[in-house]
């Protein structure tokens, strides 16, 4: 069922989707609406309506509701992570990790409606103040990604609603049902009805969304050819858009690095949530000199991976999500056979139960070059790709030399390197001795280059999407006084 309203109610197309379980396919969670533009277009109406009451709630009071939203997250996080798990394939301790991050952001959120700070600065005539505020914008469309389908949405969701916008969200036809749980715990916490919205669908409902006029502002989690097309339609309609798209990020480790920290990091890094994150480790630049020694011992690691459904006690990698990107992980490893070498997994698991589920073995490839397209592309699935380096300043630019710019790390004991790194590594975020994964929710995260267009989440930062400035001028002078002219 979509949510509008407060209410759930079939698409009007009355065609459904199934959700499917990636760890086994003959699990049916099931059906979605597959909703066309007649449903958007309710939803949204919906939003337009209730957003002229909301933004009037004060902020606080709109905090008070997101707080008990993390409450009720809390209470439901075990519930909510097996069921998120069974449509997504993540271990279960990673969708509690998941959830948590909604639960962070809520709690923050609320905590920033009491700020929300805007401005102020002198005037340059006598007996007038200048001040400027953030205003609430009217109806965000949010569309996501499923390999974070709490977290990600929480991070747009929570601080729209916070700044007094109302929401119609779009979920991954690959994640609807913890969307939906999603709207249920809004509703207990109080949201008032048409604040916020779920449609289900595929990329129909999605593009009506973007195309919808009393949408003002489009946030956008997942691939960079859907990005760059919403950004290019938002362009043409004048509509704000904020984009956080692919990643290929590098971790680096120095010869003078903890090695036992930096394979921790990289195990976790490349093959956690599968391989199936934006802040996925998939490039490992070593340095030569420990090159072979780490590589042996990373192999070592990543075959006693347990691999399994991620409700099973014991399984510490869960399936990829759906036979689309299974067979495009299968492509890239066939294109890392032709780059490199391949010295860990490189095919599907289909030991016993895992026949039934889209398994892949955590692979790793070597003797990969900066120009190859495994170091190049994003694969998004259990699969890192390994190049030497002789020197540091060599292993930043081959960093660097790469179309995106999400996560980076550094394995080093030397701080002036790590300091050089933090200046020069071309990413939105850079992690010094800890993996590329791992972002909090009070920290702006987002990319630059290809990976975004300039916005960040997470943080305050995230109010300059969800808010428009409006600046005041007060004039208690008593007569004309004219900028520019009078004061000169
Ligand atoms: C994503 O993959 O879209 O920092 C987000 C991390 C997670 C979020 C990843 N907290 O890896």
Not at 90 to 99: A, N, P
């Amino acid at each position: 069922m979509n949510y509008i309203n407060n209410a759930w109610v079939p698409s009007k197309t009355g065609r459904t989707f199934d959700n499917v379980n990636p760890a086994d396919t003959s699990d049916i969670i099931g059906a979605f609406p597959l909703s066309s533009g007649d449903d958007v277009h309710e939803a949204v109406a919906a939003a337009a309506h209730a957003f002229s009451s909301w933004k009037l709630v004060p902020a606080p009071k709109r905090g008070d509701i997101l707080r008990r939203a993390g409450d009720i997250f809390t209470r439901r996080k075990d519930e909510l992570a097996e069921i998120m798990t069974r449509e997504m394939g993540k271990t279960v301790t990673e969708t509690k990790g998941d959830i948590q991050e909604a639960i962070d952001t809520a709690y923050y959120a609320a905590t920033e409606t009491r700020r929300l700070f805007g401005y102020t600065a002198p005037s340059e005539m006598s007996n007038k103040m200048n001040m400027s505020f953030r205003m609430p914008i009217g109806v965000c469309g949010i569309i996501t990604a499923w390999n974070f389908p709490i977290a990600v949405p929480s991070w747009k969701i929570l601080p729209a609603l916070a700044a007094g916008n109302t929401v119609v969200f779009k979920p991954s036809d690959d994640s609807p049902h913890s969307a939906n749980i999603f709207a249920e715990i809004l509703e207990e916490a109080g949201l008032p009805a048409g604040v916020f919205n779920v449609i289900h669908g595929n990329a129909e409902a999605g593009s009506a969304l973007v195309e919808h006029p009393q949408v003002r502002v489009v946030g956008f989690t997942g691939s960079t050819q859907t990005g760059k097309a919403i950004a290019a339609r938002c362009g043409e309609l004048n509509k704000k858009v904020s984009l956080e798209m692919g990643g290929k990020n590098a971790q680096i480790v120095m010869e003078d690095a903890d090695l036992d920290l930096a394979l921790d990091g990289v195990l976790w890094g490349a093959f956690g949530t599968t391989g199936q994150r934006c802040t996925a480790t998939s490039r490992l630049i070593l340095h030569e000199s420990i090159h072979d020694e780490f590589v042996g011992r990373l192999v070592d690691a990543a075959s006693k991976v347990v691999l399994g459904d991620g409700r099973k006690a014991g399984s510490q990698v869960g399936p990829v999500i759906n036979q689309r990107q299974l067979d495009k992980i299968l492509a890239y490893i066939e294109i890392g056979r032709s780059e490199g070498r391949c010295v860990a997994g490189g095919e599907r698991d289909v030991e016993g139960d895992k026949a039934n589920g889209y398994f892949v073995k955590p692979t790793i490839f070597v003797d990969i070059k900066p120009h190859h397209r495994m170091f190049q592309e994003e694969i998004f699935g259990p699969v890192l790709s390994i190049a030497k380096a002789r020197t540091f300043d060599e292993a930043i630019n081959m960093a660097n030399d790469c179309q995106y710019g999400l996560s980076s790390s550094l394995y080093t004991r030397d701080v002036n390197r790590a300091f050089a790194a933090i200046r020069d590594i071309e990413a939105g975020i850079t992690y010094i001795n800890a993996p590329t994964i791992g972002a909090e929710a009070h920290m702006p995260f987002g990319g630059i280059k290809g990976t975004g267009n300039g916005h960040r989440e997470g943080g305050w930062t995230v109010f300059d999407i969800f808010t428009e400035w409006k600046t005041v001028y007060v004039d208690y002078s008593g007569h004309l006084q004219r900028a520019q002219i009078d004061n000169y």
